[in-house]
């Protein structure tokens, strides 16, 4: 069983392989059709197409952050409408990072299906192995449904609610995975308020991965590097965030490759945390 990564051979070698089932997961935050459009025009082959807004995020209303969860039971049908059963292996992949790829594999853990990776390089790496594309035109492809049985893991996810109690606590560390400038408050595009939740800490999550932000860097590298920031905080204690729920999944998946297992999620993230204006908020490149 894979449940963190998995090499381009590894994955080109289970292609045809009818327990496997591979997930496209590109997407762009400023053109949402980007990764349909893209997958349409070229994509691993045998991969199913997930959208970041409709399949992996649920409606948002303003106060709920800009990428909530789905319905638990709507994902778990989609889930089985792409024939997702307890044996099935899953991979997901993207060219953002695995920004994208990694909430599918967060989501898929939360749910109780530890049979999912991530296509470590993504597509940048499946392409450098110059291993085939297909066209959605071109491919015929029939996928039986199963009947995927969502058993969700609670102790994975925190809420606002939570965060609110706990975040001048010690017994909690928000780990925040954005760019250094818009946690510092800086250049903020996505969300109205800017800043950072007090009390957080920053890692962009783009140090998880190499210098050409494709591969993730070795085992020993991330839990040296995650090691120097935690100090000797036990991994539970540590809830990611971000600006939506999204590019936090990268560090968390970062840690468990580390073997740092157990951090959570706060999925409705800054976004979600300044919806409210009576919720503090702290500037600048240190810890408010």
Known sequence: MANTLVSVE????????????????????????????????GHIPGALFLHCDRDLSGPHNGKNGRHPLPDIETFAKRMSECGITPDTQVVAYDNEASAFAARL??????????????????LPGWKRAKLPLVAAETEVRSVAPSQFVARPRAEMLVDTSYVQQHFRSPSMLLLDGRSEERFAGQNETLDPVAGHIPGSINRFYYDCLDDAAIYFKTADELRAEFVDLLGDRDPRTVVQVCGSGVTACVNLLGMEIAGLHGSKLYAGSWSEWCSDAARPAATGDQPG
Do not use: S
């Open 10 to 41: 590894t994955l080109a070698a289970h292609i045809d392989d009818p327990t496997w089932r591979v997930f496209d997961c590109r997407h762009d935050l400023g053109n949402t059709e980007y990764g349909a459009q893209a997958y349409a025009k």
């Open 105 to 122: 594999w967060w989501m898929l853990r939360w749910l109780g299906h530890d049979k999912v990776a991530l296509l470590d390089g993504g």
